[in-house]
């Protein structure tokens, strides 16, 4: 090969290097970004989960006193 065919063959695969770290940074943003979006649902999932545990404590609660109140039949 003469020197200017391996001169653009290195100037291609620098520019390619150079795309690759590019991508790499990227990709790493994006599974930072995902492990973020993964412990906010987690968070959210957790809050659902005590608020249905809390409603059903007041299903409860109000069940109990209808009884004790003779609002309802059974």
């Given at each position: 090969?003469?020197?200017?065919?391996?001169?653009?063959i290195?100037?291609?695969?620098?520019?390619?290097?150079?795309?690759?770290?590019?991508?790499?940074?990227?990709?790493?943003?994006?599974?930072a970004?995902?492990?973020?979006?993964?412990?906010?649902?987690?968070a959210?999932?957790?809050?659902?989960?005590?608020?249905?545990?809390?409603?059903?404590?007041?299903?409860?609660?109000?069940?109990?006193?209808?009884?004790?109140?003779?609002?309802?039949?059974?």
């Open positions: 090969m003469t020197g200017e065919t391996e001169n653009l290195l100037e291609h695969l620098k520019r390619f290097q150079t795309q690759m770290t590019r991508f790499e940074e990227r990709l790493d943003t994006m599974g970004d995902m492990r973020a979006m993964k412990q906010h649902m987690a959210f999932m957790g809050s659902e989960a005590s608020q249905d545990q809390e409603i059903a404590s007041i299903k409860v609660q109000l069940e109990r006193i209808e009884r004790r109140l003779e609002l309802r039949d059974s």
